[in-house]
Structures are given as C-alpha cells and as structure tokens.
C-alpha cells in the first residue's frame, strides 16, 4: 500500500520487532523471557473441556470466571480487574483511554520498547527520561509537566532485570498528575510488587502477564488491576471478546494452581542465580536481577559478535542496543542444561582472541 494512504505517524515509524521467533526446531531459545518449563496441567484439562464444550458461542465478554479466581488470588475486589488478550493489550487500551493527539506520554529509558511505539499509533509525543546508572530513577521522571497524560513503568524492568521500590513508586504517583501504570510483566520472580498501592491512589494501576511466570505466552491473557471507576472507563475501548473461551480458561486454571507457580518460581530462581554467577565469572557485568532474565555487558569485549556467533551455534540470546545508553546481551533464564550449554559457548567466544 502507498504509504499516502496511511496516517503521517504510521508512515513514519519502524513499528514494533518482537523477539526473534525461529521456524525450525534445533535452538536453545534464550531471547524473549518465556518459561522454559511446561504450564500447570489443570491448563491442559481446562482448555480440554472448552474444547469438548465446543467453541460455537462468544466467549464472556469480561471473562468473570478468571476474575473471580483472580479476586480469591490477589485479594481485590474483582470489579477491580480487568482482563485482555495479553498484557500488550492492557497497554494499548490505557494508551488509547488516556493519551490524546500530540499529548504526552512519559517512560523510562531503556524500558520496554513498545511503549514508544503506541504513543506513536496513538499521534501523541512521549518523552524518555534516562535511568541513573545504578538504574534508578531521577527526580525528572515524577515532575508534572504541561499535557502529560499518561506514565509507563515497568517493574521489573526490561531489559536491566531491575526494580523501583513500592515506596518510590508510591511518591512518584503522589507528584505526577496523571495515571501511572506499573507494567509488572514479571513481578512474580521478583521479591516485592506495587499491586497494594493501587487501593491507595487512584492513578496507580498494575499490569500484569501469563507469558512469563505461568508459562502461557503462546495463550495470550493479560490483566489490569485498578480502581473500579478507572475499569469502567477502560471496559469502553477494550475490544467487544478480547480474551477468547480457551484463554479464559485456561488462565483461570493457571491462578488457581498457587502450587505450580511456586515450584516453577523457585526452580527459574535457582537457575538465575546460576546464570549471574556464571556470566560474572565470565567477565561480564550483570546487574542482580528480579525477572526471569539477567542483563549482561561487557567492560572489554563488542557483545553483538558473540549474540551472532551464538545464533549461528542455534543458540538464541537477545542482542539489544539503546542509543546514548549503549548495548548488551540480555538472557532469558531457562533451564539448568541450556544455560549450562549457553554459558560453555560463552566462555569459548570470550577465551577467543577477539576485538578489544
């Protein structure tokens, strides 16, 4: 299509590039955070019967079961929660509720790069404001600013692995003048959340994944916990059956299988830690981690080589390069073997003589 055809802010954007997705089987897949483990079998069982069911009727329009669940789980209220077809989608409606043409979206920087890419759908301006090098954030990231309409943060963050106390969190809602979102995509590996904070001030809303921490990336579900006012206004831009029957299912086995979260949690932690060690070791500099992956640089070594040659040994890391910030590796944990292999071949590549 012409791009005359299209509005100027289309035309003009690169567009979102999601991780890398191989189409053949044979690679370690250490680039895009999913779980390297197996969902919960009650996932398995509650897909089966919406499938013995049928799939002829609309699926709940506000997928009320897995509230429910969800209600009994975090301990809101379920007129509290609203859910979509996954936490992108959270994004995409806040984004579209909240921020008008040539208003202005404010996120922290490196983040999350599809936070860009919706204020530029959306025609609005976004404003970057850099994280300090130890990864915390200055005081310009809470201070109100004309036609600010809208803050994202993610926490943990991608791609550092880091995190912004709740209490910070809580300050910088009580300076900015509009909502603040807290994209907690991978809040279940790490050792505090903000979804308490929600009930203390209305602009604080929480996102929240099953791609991660449940193992269902490729189901696609995803909530927003909020005040119920707020959830009113968002149910109007959200799509009319955004979460179809197998995800709703399917996720609401997921939340209700406390048990398996905690096993697999405590499995992907154990082998984090193996992984920071290990790239430590390896002369890497890696910041302690509250996700499921682990942000690597190197003082004395170009990283995007090594990102290439891994994929050439079919083992799929993330290579990501932040201009004014600078570039790394960043690893999704996975499990025991394929970190063990990932780091053998890492240690081969930084032996090697190579550019210094």
């Known amino acids: 299509m012409p791009t005359n055809y299209v509005r100027p802010e289309i035309a003009a954007m690169a567009g979102y590039a999601p991780g890398e997705q191989p189409q053949e089987e044979g690679f370690i897949k250490l680039n895009t955070n999913e779980n390297p483990y197996p969902p919960s079998p009650a996932v398995v069982e509650a897909i089966q019967e919406v499938l013995r069911r049928?799939?002829?009727?609309?699926?709940?329009?506000?997928?009320?079961?897995?509230?429910?669940?969800?209600?009994?789980?975090?301990?809101?209220?379920?007129d509290w929660i609203l859910c979509a077809n996954g936490s992108d989608e959270i994004l995409t409606i806040v984004t579209r509720a909240f921020v008008g043409q040539g208003q202005l979206l404010r996120l922290p920087y490196p983040s999350y790069i599809l936070y860009a890419t919706l204020a530029q759908i959306q025609g609005a301006r976004y404003q970057e404001v850099f994280f300090q090098p130890d990864w915390t954030l200055p005081k310009e990231f809470g201070l109100p600013t004309e036609d600010l309409r809208l803050v994202f943060l993610a926490n943990p963050n991608s791609p550092s692995g880091t995190m912004v106390p709740p209490d910070v969190v809580r300050a910088l809602a009580e300076r900015l003048p509009c909502p603040l979102l807290v994209d907690e995509a991978y809040v279940d590996f790490a050792s505090t959340n903000c979804l308490h904070l929600v009930a203390e001030n209305e602009k604080i809303m929480v996102s929240r994944s099953f791609s991660k921490s449940y193992a269902l990336a490729g189901l696609r579900f995803g909530y927003l916990v909020a005040q119920p006012h707020i959830i009113h206004e968002l149910v109007k831009v959200k799509d009319s059956y955004n979460c179809d029957a197998l995800s709703i299912a399917g996720a609401t086995a997921a939340i209700l299988d406390q048990q398996w979260l905690r096993e697999t949690r405590a499995k992907i932690l154990a082998v984090r830690k193996r992984l920071t060690e290990g790239m430590r070791r390896l002369g890497f500099q890696c910041v302690d981690s509250e996700a499921n992956f682990t942000w690597n640089t190197h003082p004395a070594r170009p990283v995007r080589p090594m990102y290439e040659e891994l994929k050439r040994r079919r083992i799929l890391v993330r290579y990501m390069n932040y201009p004014g910030w600078g570039d790394g590796l960043r690893i999704s944990v996975g499990t025991e073997e394929q970190i063990d292999i990932c780091l053998q071949h890492l240690a081969e590549l930084t032996e090697a003589p190579g550019p210094r």
């Open 54 to 78: 049928g799939l002829q009727k609309y699926p709940d329009p506000m997928a009320n079961r897995f509230r429910r669940a969800a209600s009994e789980v975090l301990g809101v209220p379920s």
